[in-house]
């Protein structure tokens, strides 16, 4: 199955989420575990907080679960949804660095859930190719396939925000 990236050959996630660093989760509402079909995926109480780039209902958390919401596009973003990524971002890092088992999730858990969990990376102490690389290796090689979203992690998202807002 595919998922809806503008890659339409991008196949999808295998797992509903995967560890980055401990405590840091990214996933997504759907996955293809591996010879199946495309499954959806609802959190329940996995996790201490749950950060959604896309939401639809049903898909969770539990009640009794922090639950933050974003909402951006996976593509181009305002300077107003860079400040909310960077927002979700300082959100998640502060969690995991207080151990509570974290998630960052979008719709298939690759580009969106990628910013804010690279973001978290940086945040906590790796350089923004490190952050993509360790997500590519730890959750797929199709994390971050958005150009647009590395860039944003290489210019720094306050600094992408800026930029954004001279556009317009």
């Known amino acids: 199955m595919r998922t ?3 890659e339409r050959d991008t196949p999808g996630p295998s797992e509903p989420w995967n560890e980055i660093v401990p405590g840091l989760w990214m996933g997504g509402h759907y996955c293809t575990p591996p010879g199946g079909d495309l499954e959806l995926v609802a ?3 996995e996790f201490d907080l749950v950060v959604s780039l896309f939401t639809l209902p049903g898909h969770g958390p539990a009640p009794g ?3 933050v919401v974003r909402e951006v596009p996976d593509g181009p973003l305002s300077p107003g ?4 990524v960077q927002e979700a971002a300082e959100l998640t890092t502060a969690a995991v660095r207080r151990g509570r088992p974290t998630l960052a999730r979008c719709h298939s858990g690759y580009n969106r859930s990628g910013l804010v969990v690279a973001q978290a990376l ?4 790796y350089g923004p190719g490190e952050a993509v690389r360790l997500i590519r290796e730890r959750r797929s090689p199709w994390a971050l396939n958005n150009p647009v979203f590395v860039d944003y992690l290489n210019t720094g998202l ?4 800026l ?6």
Do not use: I, N, P, T
């Not at 940086?122 to 102490?125: A, E, K, N, Q």
């Not at 306050?158 to 925000?161: D, N, Y």
């Not at 930029?163 to 317009?168: F, I, K, S």
């Open 4 to 6: 809806r990236q503008k």
């Open 43 to 45: 959190v329940q109480g």
């Open 65 to 67: 679960v922090e639950h």
């Open 81 to 84: 949804q860079l400040l909310a």
């Open 122 to 125: 940086v945040d906590l102490g």
């Open 158 to 161: 306050g600094v992408s925000a």
């Open 163 to 168: 930029l954004a807002g001279l556009d317009g």
